[in-house]
C-alpha cells in the first residue's frame, strides 16, 4: 500500500492503481466532510479500532459527518482514502487516513454498508464526479490505516514515529504547483483573448470624423486590461522565486532539516489567497471588458472565469490562509523588534521604516526603488499598526483568542499587503536581472511599474495614511501611471502572443491569433446544436400551435 | 402598427403580438449587430428607399453588420423590429427601425433574403434563443418603417416630427424598473442564502475548547456579508427616491416639458452602473463566502451571479454610461462657477466645498451629518480635479475630444463619487423619515453608518487625499465600522427575512427558512440525475473494461 500513501498525499487527487494483473482501481481521497472543510480537526467521521477482530471500523454518525466533494467518489471511484477520527480503547488520537473499499469491483454496486452518490451540478468542473460517501459499520483491516508517520500495533498501542511536519510541505508543494499550472495560466489566456480582441474591436469616434476606434486606445479599455496584463507578468516572475525558494525548502527538508517549513508555509499560503484573489478577479475583468461578446461561451472567457472561481476555496479558504499568514508575521514581527534573527522574507522587518517617500517628479515613481519602498514601507505600518492594536487589547484584560478576534480585518490587510510587497520586490529584481536583452528589458520594466502603480492607485489610502505620500505626489504616481497605460498599450499584442498560447488551448472566437473574431463567432455559432437539429423541435411542439391557433384560443 | 411601435419602444423586448383571429406573431428587437453595440450611429444595416416601388429595401453588407443578440430571433420570432440606417435618394438619414417579416407563419422557415440562427451558449439566459439575423435584398412595404417621430412620404420627403428626446426617456425607464425588479432583488437574494447559511455553519474555535463558531460570529465573515447587506438596504432606499424623482420627470414630459431629461439621463446612467457593479461584485462575495457549498449549483449562488453579471453590459455598458454621466457633471460644473442655476442634483456644486473633517471621537463617525459631509467633500474635489485637468489641457493645445480622452479615467472616478454621494444621502434621509418607529430606525440608521463607513473604509485614499480627514482619523473611523460590524451581527437575521422572499424562490439548499442546510443538501443532490438514471452508463461503456482489464492492456 506504500505506492497508494506517496500518491496519495502527493497529489491528493484520484488516481488510477494496478492492482494485480488483470485488475485496477480507481481511488478517491475522502476528506472533506459535508460539515467540516477547512478545520480538519472538527471531522466527525470516526474509525474505531477492534483489537479481537483487527479491524477498524468505520461510521459516518450524523449527516454533517458525510463525505462531500472528494472528486471520482460519485460514480466512478472503487476506494477512497477515508480520513478518520481514530479512537483505540475509547481514546481519540486524531485524524488519520484510511483505505477503504467503496464498491464491487465485479459490477460497481456499492460495498456493505457504503452509501455514495454524486452531489450534483457545480458552476463548473461537471465532467468531475465529486461525490458524497456514508459510512455504516464498514470495517476494514488494520493494515489499511496509512501507516508511514503512526501505526496502530496488533494490541491497540498507538505509536508515533517520524515527523508530521512533512505534511505540511505537501500542502505547499501542491499550491506553488497549482499556482503556476492552473491560476496564473488562466489570468495569462484571459488576457490573450481581451487584448487580441480589443484591437480588432472598433466602437466610437475618438475623434470626430475618424473611422471607429479600436476599443484598446480608450484609457479606460487600457485601465481595465493592462494592469492585468501586468498582474499576469508579476505572478510569472513570482513563481520563478517561489521555485526556487521551496526548491531549496525540499533540499533542506531531504535532510532532515525543517526550520524553514513555517515560513514556506506562511509564504505559500499568502500567495495563494493574493493569486487566486487577483486572478479571479483579473480574468472577470478581462471578460467585462469584451462586452457583450464576453458573455458568450464561444469567448472562452466565462469558463475559464467559473472554473478559476474555485480556487478561492479549494487548497485552503483564502480568508483562513491569510490569517495563518498573519500570525506567522506577528510572531516574526515580534522577534525583529526583540533582536532575535528571523527568516529571510521577513527580514525586512528588522528594519527601521522609512518616514516619507521623496518623490518631486512624476517620473521618479518610475524607478523600482521607489515603488519597492513604498510597498516595504505599508507592509510594516499595517502589519505594526494591527500588532499593537493586538498588544493594546491584551494589555487592556482581553484573552488572546478575543484579542486577535478583534484585529482579523487588519491582519488580513496586514498578510496581504506584506505579500504585495513581495511581488513588486521579485518583479523588480526580475527586471534587473533581464540586463542582457535592452529592448525586452526596456518592455517589461514598463509593465512592472504598470503593476507597482496600479496597486498604487488602486490603494492610495495605504500609502496617504501616515502621510509617507502626500496627495501631490498621489496625483503625481498617477499622472505616471496614466502614461504608462498609454506606452504598454502600444506592446500589448506581443506581450501576450509571448505567452505563446496556441488557438486550440485558448478556445475562443474573439481570441485567436489571426483576428478574425466576426468570421469565427458567426461559424462557430452555426455549429450551435440549436442551429443544426432539425426539425426545430420548440416550433413544431409549442410555437406552432400558438401561430396558428392565434393566442385568443389559448 | 401602432401597437407594436409602443410595446417595442417601451419594452424593448419580444412581444406576442395578435395579429389577426388565428394567427399571431412574436416579434423580436434587432438593434445589436456583431461589430456594434454600444454606438448606435455606428450600425451597418441599410434600409434604402426605392420610390418606384414604394419599399425599403434591406441589407447587412457585411459580416459584422448582422444583427447580433436579439432575444427570441435564434429559434422563435417571426417578425423583428430591425434598425437600419436609413438611405433615401443616396442620402443617409441616420438609424431608423422597421418591422421586417423573418420566418413564414405557415411553416416557420427563414423568409426570402433572410438568413436567422442562435447565437450558441452563453454564461446563462440559455433558455432564451439569442440570434443572429443577416438580411440580403429584403424589401418591405414603405408602411414598415415606425414612423411617431420621423415619416419617409411617398415621394421620398423626409419628414421629422415630434421630439426624438422622448426616446432617451424610454432609456431612463427601462433602466430604472431593471435595478428595482431585478438588479438589488439579486443582492438581497444572496444576503439572504448567506447569512442565513453562516448561522448555521460552523468552523473553527472562537474559544478554545468551545464548540465550533458559527462563521457569521468571525469578524472577518462579517466583513464580507453585511456591507453587502447595507448595501442592498443603501439601493433599497435610493430606488425609492428615484422612483420618485422619474414620477415627476413623466408628468412634466407628458406636458412637453422636457427640462428634466439631461438630470434624468445622467443619474439613471450612472447609478445604473454602480448598482450593477455593485450588486454583482456583492453576489459573487456572498458566493464565495458561502466556501465549497457555494460553488454548488444547489445553493442558487452560482446562477444568481452569471445572470446578474449580464447587466454590467446589457442596457449600457458601464463605463460608458458613467462617462455620459460624468459629461453632465463637467458641464454642470461649469455652470454653477459662473453662476448659473444647476438641476437638484447637482446644486451641492455651487456651495463651497468643505475644508477638513472635524471628528475628534469614534463615535462621531456614526452621525449621517458627518458622513454625507465627508462623501459630499470627496464628490466635489474628484469631480473639481478631473475638470481643471481637462481644461488646464484644453488650454495648452489640446483638442477637447483628445484632452476629453486622457481624462476619462479620472471622470469616471468622479462619476462614481457623485452616485455614491447620493447613495449615502438618500439613505440617511429615509432613516430620518423613520421616526416614528424607533426600534427599526435605531436598526437602519446601524445600516446606514456601516454603508457608508464600509465605503470610506474602501476608499480611504479619497478622503484622505487633500488631508479632509487624517491617518488618525481613519483609524477612528476604522474603529467604528468594525464596531458597527458586530453590532449589525445581531439583527442579521432579521435583516434579510424582512425581504420576505420565500424558499421557492430562493431554491437554495443554503438559504432556506428552516436552515436544514445539510439534509436538503443531501436530499437535493440524491435527486441529481447521476444518481437517479441506472444503470450507470460511464460505469458501463468506459469504466467496466478498464476495471476488469487492468490498465497494463490498455
Not at 66 to 85: C, D, I, N, Y
Not at 285 to 298: E, F, I, N, Q
Not at 305 to 324: D, F, H, I, P
Amino acid at each position: 500500500m506504500e505506492s497508494i500513501l506517496a500518491l496519495s498525499t502527493d497529489e491528493q487527487t484520484a488516481k488510477w492503481i494496478p492492482l494485480a494483473e488483470n485488475y485496477c482501481i480507481l481511488g478517491s481521497y475522502a476528506q472533506t466532510e459535508l460539515g467540516h472543510g477547512t478545520y480538519i480537526r472538527g471531522f466527525e467521521t470516526t474509525a474505531t479500532f477492534n483489537i479481537s477482530t483487527q479491524e477498524f471500523v468505520l461510521n459516518t454518525p450524523k449527516i454533517s459527518a458525510m463525505k462531500w466533494w472528494p472528486g471520482e467518489l460519485g460514480r466512478s471511484a472503487t476506494h477512497a482514502v477515508v480520513f478518520a477520527q481514530l479512537y483505540i480503547k475509547g481514546k481519540c488520537y486524531g485524524v488519520h487516513p484510511f483505505i477503504v473499499q467503496i464498491r464491487s469491483l465485479h459490477d460497481h454496486s456499492p460495498a456493505p454498508g457504503v452509501t455514495v452518490g454524486d452531489i450534483g451540478p457545480k458552476m463548473e468542473f461537471n465532467h468531475i464526479d465529486n461525490g458524497y460517501l456514508l459510512l455504516r459499520d464498514v470495517r476494514v483491516p488494520r493494515e489499511n490505516m496509512l501507516s508511514r508517520f503512526c501505526e496502530v500495533l496488533a494490541d491497540g498501542t498507538y505509536v508515533k514515529r517520524g515527523s508530521e511536519k512533512i505534511n505540511y510541505f505537501n500542502m505547499i508543494i501542491i499550491r506553488v504547483k497549482m499556482l503556476s499550472n492552473e491560476v496564473v495560466p488562466t489570468l495569462m489566456k484571459a488576457c490573450t483573448i481581451a487584448i487580441r480582441y480589443s484591437v480588432v474591436r472598433r466602437q466610437c469616434e475618438l475623434k470626430p470624423g475618424d473611422q471607429e476606434a479600436k476599443i484598446l486606445d480608450y484609457q479606460t479599455q487600457q485601465q481595465k486590461l493592462l494592469p492585468m496584463l501586468a498582474t499576469a507578468y508579476a505572478f510569472h516572475f513570482m513563481n520563478q522565486y517561489m521555485n526556487e525558494l521551496f526548491s531549496k525548502g525540499y533540499r533542506e527538508i531531504k535532510q532532515r532539516n525543517f526550520d524553514s517549513l513555517p515560513e514556506l508555509h506562511a509564504f505559500s499560503s499568502g500567495l495563494k489567497a493574493i493569486y487566486t484573489e487577483h486572478c479571479t478577479a483579473g480574468v472577470e475583468t478581462c471578460r467585462k471588458a469584451c462586452g457583450g461578446h464576453g458573455y458568450s461561451l464561444l469567448s472562452g472567457l466565462p469558463s475559464l472565469y467559473t472554473r478559476l472561481a474555485a480556487s478561492c476555496t479549494y487548497e485552503g479558504e483564502n480568508t483562513v490562509l491569510l490569517l495563518q499568514t498573519a500570525r506567522f508575521l506577528v510572531k516574526c514581527l515580534g522577534a525583529a523588534h526583540s533582536g532575535q534573527p528571523v527568516p529571510p522574507s521577513v527580514a525586512y522587518l528588522s528594519a527601521a521604516n522609512s518616514e516619507r517617500c521623496l518623490v518631486r517628479d512624476k517620473r521618479d515613481f518610475l524607478q523600482p526603488d521607489v515603488y519597492v519602498e513604498a510597498y516595504r514601507h505599508v507592509a510594516i505600518r499595517v502589519l505594526s499598526s494591527a500588532a499593537a492594536k493586538l498588544q493594546a487589547l491584551v494589555q487592556s484584560g482581553a484573552e488572546q483568542h478575543e484579542a486577535w478576534h478583534q484585529c482579523t480585518v487588519q491582519l488580513v490587510h496586514a498578510a496581504k499587503a506584506h505579500c504585495h510587497y513581495h511581488v513588486v520586490k521579485s518583479f523588480a529584481e526580475a527586471v534587473e536581472k533581464l540586463g542582457q536583452e535592452a529592448g525586452i528589458q526596456r518592455m517589461i520594466k514598463h509593465l512592472c511599474g504598470l503593476f507597482a502603480l496600479h496597486g498604487i492607485f488602486s490603494n492610495t489610502g495605504d500609502f496617504l495614511h501616515d502621510g509617507y505620500i502626500s496627495g501631490d505626489q498621489v496625483d503625481m504616481m498617477t499622472a505616471s501611471y496614466l502614461d504608462l497605460l498609454a506606452i504598454v498599450r502600444k506592446d500589448a499584442v506581443p506581450l501576450v502572443d509571448a505567452f505563446d498560447f496556441t488557438d486550440e488551448t485558448l478556445n475562443s472566437a474573439l481570441g485567436s491569433y489571426d483576428g478574425q473574431v466576426y468570421r469565427r463567432l458567426y461559424q462557430w455559432a452555426q455549429r450551435s446544436p440549436s442551429n443544426t437539429k432539425q426539425p426545430n423541435q420548440a416550433y413544431e411542439n409549442y410555437l406552432k400551435p400558438l401561430f396558428q391557433n392565434g393566442l385568443s384560443k389559448l
